[in-house]
């Protein structure tokens, strides 16, 4: 097992990355010296596979859980789950020292998380992320929150666990298509912080794609090391926290004019990660060499690396980017590459550069 300590003052954690962790969960509670009653809330795809685990631990330990199941998918990130979430927690008496699991994805995290700092005014929570996204991005960091019509993770709080599991044996049921889609994150790690990384990546994506479980220790580790470095840097986003958004300029315009669903997260940024270093190329002297290695490991990782545009959507694809709240009088702002591992945020691009990079791709 690997740990990862986040430091964070009085709100400091430890992240745990390793192969039977699960089990072990109602041990770990333990140690945090909770209260006897919690609700482990999970989506229908991962307690099918989980939940009983994590309930026989959990009771194991002398905990009295509640399960709550909502449906698979981004769509049960909203207020009316929320709510009924509430409801549980009250109808199982949860009190200030009960706690929440989060036993799944990114979309069981952020909504579980939302509502342990929400239900009477926050109590604690354990994070068990069963993805490769969830495990190096959502589960660290602090972010929790649900949609609204008008838009992804308008309402929300920074609110952070007091612990979380990352198991990898929970990927053995993941499918290939979300575990490939974690790891353009993974990759992003590499070009905006570590070239060593980046290079391992290189070396071990055979590997990785196996879900070799040693090789999973050490990425997932690093990745989750580099989040909470840069977090603990500036956990409530003015400055170094933008670089996490490397390729998510144009990947979330991507998402957004895809309509979503379309593209996973992972594939979109991939193109944006990729479209993000020719634009490093052209604006900040990013090598070529550097260029091609990023948009080898994409394609090697069997994600998308280009995308078919005629006028029509691209049109729609510039009209989401001007959406995005980084733009500021007509240019947007990018976070560009200098080499690989360094790259600099707030960089202003004029449309028709971007225009140009698109086009490039074939
Ligand atoms: N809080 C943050 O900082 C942050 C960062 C990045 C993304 N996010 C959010 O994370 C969400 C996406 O997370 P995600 O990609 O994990 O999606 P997800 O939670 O929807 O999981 C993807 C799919 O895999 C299934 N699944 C999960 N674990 C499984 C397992 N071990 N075995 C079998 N099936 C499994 C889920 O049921 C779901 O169908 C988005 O809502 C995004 O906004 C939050
Ligand atoms: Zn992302």
Redesign the pocket.
């Known amino acids: 097992m690997r740990i990862v300590q986040v430091s964070l003052g009085h709100r400091s954690y430890a992240i745990k990355v390793g192969s039977g962790l699960l089990p072990r969960l109602g041990a770990e509670c333990a140690q945090l010296k909770l209260g006897q009653r919690c609700a482990v809330v999970t989506?229908?795809?991962?307690g099918r596979?989980?939940a009983r685990a994590a309930l026989k631990s959990l009771s194991a330990s002398g905990f009295e859980p509640v399960l709550i199941t909502v449906p698979?998918?981004?769509k049960s990130?909203r207020l009316a789950v929320v709510e009924k979430c509430y409801d549980q927690l009250a109808a199982h008496r949860l009190e200030r020292k009960s706690f929440i699991v989060a036993l799944?994805?990114?979309?069981?995290?952020?909504l579980a998380?939302f509502v342990a700092a929400t239900y009477l005014r926050g109590i604690p929570f354990v994070q068990v992320?069963?993805?490769l996204?969830?495990q190096v991005?959502?589960s660290?960091?602090g972010?929790?929150?649900v949609n609204l019509h008008a838009g992804?993770?308008l309402v929300g709080a920074f609110y952070q666990p007091r612990l979380v599991l990352a198991d990898l044996d929970?990927?053995k049921?993941?499918?290939k298509r979300?575990f490939v889609?974690?790891l353009a994150e993974v990759i992003k790690y590499g070009i905006i912080y570590d070239a060593v990384l980046f290079a391992q990546l290189e070396r071990n994506l055979p590997k990785l794609l196996q879900r070799d479980a040693p090789t999973l220790r050490a990425v997932v580790a690093r990745c989750c090391e580099i989040k909470a470095d840069v977090v603990g840097q500036d956990e409530t986003e003015s400055g170094l926290r933008a670089i996490l958004n490397f390729g998510h300029t144009i990947g979330h315009a991507i998402e957004n004019s895809s309509g979503y669903g379309k593209f996973?997260?992972g594939e979109a940024i991939s193109i944006g990660q990729v479209a993000a270093a020719r634009l490093s190329q052209k604006l900040l002297g990013l090598s070529s060499r550097d260029v091609e290695r990023i948009g080898k490991l994409f394609v090697q990782a069997g994600l998308p690396v280009k995308l078919k545009l005629n006028p029509a959507r691209r049109k729609k694809l510039f009209a989401a980017m001007q959406l995005d709240k980084k733009v500021s009088g007509g240019e947007i702002k990018f976070v560009l590459a200098e080499k690989l591992g360094k790259v600099v945020w707030g960089q202003k691009v004029l449309p028709a550069v971007i225009e140009e990079v698109l086009a490039g791709l074939p």
């Open positions: 989506d229908s795809n991962v596979h989980f698979a998918g981004e990130k799944g994805g990114g979309v069981v995290g952020d998380g992320p069963t993805t996204l969830a991005d959502s660290v960091g972010k929790t929150g992804k993770n929970t990927f049921t993941l499918p979300e889609s974690g996973l997260h």
